[in-house]
């Protein structure tokens, strides 16, 4: 191995995330967050040649469901893995989030000494 690899070395790929993945699916108002992703890698795939990701719906519980992804060259599978997702109602957690900001907001006032009136 070159020197090169060490901790702390980092990549970054971006790929833009568009509206139309499980949203599709979901009602107005409705969203959803990631829970869980599990991968496993099979095999090594050679330069040049194309892999092939397909995603299917293996699950859904309620609001949660569940993703399986295979990942395929040419000759193998070289890859698996899931994803779980719970499916969220936007304006209730937007209110969830705006209650933990005033909380922390709070909290980050009287640890740096600063005393907040009462409400």
Do not use: C, Y
């Amino acid at each position: 191995m070159k020197p090169s690899l060490r901790p702390g070395v980092t990549r970054v790929n971006r790929i833009l995330i568009g509206r139309e993945r499980i949203l599709e699916h979901a009602d107005a108002g409705e969203d959803s967050v990631g829970m869980e992703v599990a991968i496993k890698h099979l095999a090594p795939t050679l330069v040049g040649m194309t892999v092939e990701i397909a995603v299917r719906v293996a699950a859904v519980d309620g609001r949660e469901v569940l993703f399986g992804a295979t990942v395929k060259d040419q000759l193998d599978t070289v890859g698996t893995g899931t994803h779980a997702r719970f499916v969220i109602d936007k304006a209730k957690t937007f209110e969830r989030l705006k209650a933990k900001a005033a909380r922390f907001a709070a909290q980050s006032g009287e640890a740096h000494g600063e005393r907040r009136p009462p409400e």
